[in-house]
């Protein structure tokens, strides 16, 4: 049997994502507006730092009224933000932030591109960030960019001083002017020029704003009002813009509707600088290019003769654009145009068509059943002519739908493709510089179509998908899965061993073949041990999971180490686990870990065992202490309020849980007697706005936004002899070694003199902040506020932070 492998197409060949809609279908007005964008040859370029930084009013507004190609680049995924609606972080909230950011555009009408850099936290100034992003690799990535999109204009969101009020925000601005400069340098990032030629933009602008305090407009720059009504899709670009930011479900950016009159403000940068018009000087109208006038005058009769009523009968206008534009010399607007064009004539025509695995998930090295169904619903005249290259000379008739069956190879496991690579903090690796700057992965299997519409041939991709139905959601389409053969899967991404006392892993063997076995094999540190060294298994059916254990035992005079798992099935080798992330707002997430994990041996001491938590954002802060032998009770309001919360040792508050609780002002006063009563709750960080209620505390504090970003930053111990310095564990300086991303936000100022202050820290060059620790008596018991990041640093497995939230939620008798 033979079985085809799709060829992977390139950013500069229009690739389809693994979230792109299979088969698009717009309805006349967008067919219509599709039409009046024909004859728009301008570009837009809008740059930031992280997802939600773009103002999606401005990006709605060219891409829809003034019908420019929009697009957005983030420089980073957002990785080092909160989340609100679960517990991931860093690479995974990364991932989940990059699928709201295609969902916005699939609102606004905009592209989305990205470099390497990774968000790895809030910094106060550019120099702190270029000291963790490499800025001549991120400036490159930037200038591929801007000479594959070559925009008119770019258009940047922040200053490059300390008003940007990040130190990532005014970054971006810097590599936003310098690559407008070096992408029409042929001297600079040659090695680009063998794919893509230098550009010069007209001119870049900084979209001024006014939020959060800070006003960065004023009357003398560049006015445009983009409050407009748009007729065909009935709606205003307030109203598009807060569709598209409500996507950023994860930063709970959920936004109102606003309608009228709305003035963006720009000030210049570099290059031409505009007098009354954003756009002026640049010509987007099909003259400004050698053959184009004759496509403008074909495209503006096409927009003039088309009925609403019957798109079908602008398909003969429609190809004669196409074959009019297969002339054309431009190659870039000959590309773009070319798939507009196709897209236009496939939606008028009535044409749909598909690709899908009867399975969501196959094996690498496997062939997988594909399933095309074509349908045209119009008297257009369609046949279909080829899929994957063989032939069908199927004539399709109105309404009844067409199935070929077929059958490929799955090559290459699913993987995002910034995340295949180990990386450094700042920068993911690229295993291939075409990719750079690509939302997603190309999907791992496409089908061609190749149909005669009104006598011309016109070829067409799909991504081939898996689709279901949910008795709740209904049709649901997910992303096809490439897998290794078998995957192993730790559940934490560290583990801590206090002394040498051994702990039972339990790893996750999961089959996505029929027949697999083989052996898996651990890798411990040097001078620990691991029993048994090897393990057989027999996974024969597709799916099948099993759960193995090993005992790790530490020892010789390694403190820690990685402790890795290999997978040996036939011929295959894998190191990958599983990791399924699912919320209904973004496509299925499923991506392969390498299965390792971060083994520590901590000298550790433990006292009481049965903890309460309440939830809050999202942490992993539970699993954490259940690692050292402590019982986590997840509370609930019903429990909080009727059961007896003295048989809990301590209460711990979940991140940001005076944020998101609506019940706060029930379930505090039962916290407080708790406290008053003889127990201990410990609070972790929370924003200063908004707050559920104003008192956290049982004596007054405020929250800033105050907070310490270097991981590194020097650590005083302000009060040395108090009980959470000392019981069980004896801090020192010592334990705030290793520590990840950083110290500590949002810290507590202007406390009651009730609160003992426990520590110091500040970043470079700025005054002591003693606001990150605060601890005070209150009645019999103990409360505790933290802004110290214990979500990032337990998970991590850095052995200090273990050590002294065990002193946080000890009380000693």
Not at 320 to 345: C, G, H, N, P
Request: aromatic share 10%; with cysteine.
């Amino acid at each position: 049997m033979n079985f085809r492998q799709t060829a992977i197409c390139f950013f500069l060949s229009t690739p389809f994502f693994v979230s792109a809609q299979t088969s698009l279908q717009y309805n006349s007005a967008e067919i219509k507006l599709g039409i009046k964008k024909l004859n728009t040859v301008g570009s837009a370029l809008y740059m930031a730092a992280h997802p939600d930084d773009e103002n999606t009013r401005l990006l709605s507004y060219l891409a829809k009224e003034k019908k420019f190609r929009t697009g957005y680049l983030s420089l980073t995924r957002g990785d080092g933000g909160q989340n609100l609606i679960g517990n991931e972080q860093s690479e995974l909230l990364g991932l989940i932030r990059t699928q709201e950011l295609l969902a916005a555009r699939r609102t606004d009408g905009a592209e989305q591109f990205f470099t390497r850099a990774i968000d790895f936290g809030f910094s106060k100034n550019p120099e702190e960030t270029f000291r963790i992003w490499d800025k001549e690799l991120i400036l490159g990535d930037a200038v591929w960019v801007i000479r594959k999109f070559r925009p008119d204009i770019i258009i940047t969101r922040f200053p490059e001083d300390a008003r940007a009020g990040h130190g990532q925000h005014s970054a971006s601005a810097i590599i936003a002017r310098e690559a407008f400069v070096a992408a029409a340098d042929p001297k600079r990032f040659p090695e680009q020029l063998k794919h893509v030629q230098v550009w010069q933009a007209k001119r870049i602008v900084w979209n001024t704003a006014n939020f959060g305090g800070n006003n960065t407009t004023s009357e003398d720059q560049l006015k445009m009002d983009i409050g407009a009504f748009n007729t065909l899709l009935g709606k205003g670009y307030g109203e598009i813009a807060a569709d598209s930011r409500t996507n950023h479900k994860s930063q709970g950016f959920g936004s109102a509707r606003q309608r009228g009159e709305t003035i963006e403000y720009f000030s210049p940068i570099a290059g031409e600088h505009s007098k009354s018009d954003l756009f002026e000087g640049i010509n987007s109208e099909w003259k400004r290019m050698q053959g184009g006038e004759a496509i403008g005058k074909l495209v503006s009769m096409a927009d003039q003769k088309f009925n609403v009523d019957n798109p079908s009968a602008s398909v003969p206008d429609l190809v004669s654009i196409l074959m009019a534009l297969e002339k054309l010399k431009d190659a870039y607007w000959r590309t773009q145009k070319i798939q507009e064009v196709k897209d236009l004539i496939a939606a008028a025509a009535g044409l749909w068509f598909e690709s899908y695995s009867p399975q969501a998930v196959q094996a690498i090295g496997d062939s997988v059943t594909i399933r095309s169904q074509v349908l045209v619903q119009s008297a257009v005249n369609v046949t279909l002519k080829q899929v994957n290259g063989l032939e069908q000379n199927l004539v399709l008739k109105n309404g009844s739908t067409k199935t070929i069956n077929d059958r490929m190879y799955a090559g290459v496991v699913t993987e995002p493709y910034w995340l295949r690579e180990k990386h450094p903090t700042g920068m993911y690796t690229m295993f291939d510089p075409m990719i750079i700057g690509n939302p997603e992965n190309i999907a791992p299997i496409q089908t061609s179509f190749t149909f005669t519409i009104n006598n011309k041939d016109i070829s067409y991709t799909r991504p081939v998908v898996y689709k279901y139905t949910d008795q709740v959601r209904g049709e649901i389409y997910q992303p096809l899965i490439i897998a290794p053969a078998v995957t192993a899967t730790i559940a934490d991404k560290a583990y801590v061993f206090s002394g040498n006392t051994p702990k039972t892993i339990q790893v996750q063997l999961k089959a996505f073949k029929d027949k697999a076995s083989g052996l898996i094999v651990p890798n411990v540190p040097p001078g620990w041990k691991v029993e048994p060294v090897q393990l057989a298994f027999d996974l024969p059916v597709k799916g099948q999971e099993k759960t193995v254990q090993f005992s790790i035992i530490p020892g010789g005079l390694t403190n820690g180490g990685v402790l890795t798992f290999t997978v040996n099935s036939g011929d295959q080798s894998s190191n990958r686990g599983t990791k399924v992330i699912d919320y209904d707002h973004i496509p299925l997430q499923t991506l392969f870990p390498l299965s390792e994990a971060r083994v520590e041996r901590i000298d550790l001491k433990t006292a009481g065992k049965r903890l309460g938590y309440i939830a809050g954002a999202g942490d992993l802060v539970p699993e954490a202490l259940e690692q050292i032998g402590y019982q986590v009770t997840m509370l609930s309001e019903n429990q909080i309020l009727n059961s007896n919360l003295s048989e809990y040792d301590a209460i711990v508050a979940g991140v940001r849980l005076y944020n998101i609780n609506e019940h706060l002002n029930i379930i505090q006063p039962k916290l407080m007697d708790y406290v008053s009563n003889g127990g201990t709750l410990i609070i972790q960080y929370n924003v200063s706005n908004p707050l559920k209620i104003p008192n956290i505390g049982p004596y007054p504090f405020r929250l800033s936004r105050e907070r310490v970003t270097d991981e590194n930053a020097k650590v005083t111990l302000l009060a040395k002899d108090h009980p959470v310095l000392n019981y069980p564990n004896k801090i020192t300086e010592k334990d705030f070694e290793g520590w990840i991303q950083e110290r500590g936000l949002y810290f507590t100022s202007d406390a009651d003199p009730k609160y003992s202050r426990i520590l110091s820290m500040n970043d470079p060059g700025e005054k002591p902040n003693d606001g990150a620790l605060i601890v005070a008596d209150y009645g019999k018991g103990r409360f505790v506020y933290t802004s110290l990041v214990f979500f990032r640093e337990l998970p991590a497995g850095i052995p200090g932070a273990y050590r002294l939230f065990v002193n946080l939620i000890t009380k000693q008798d």
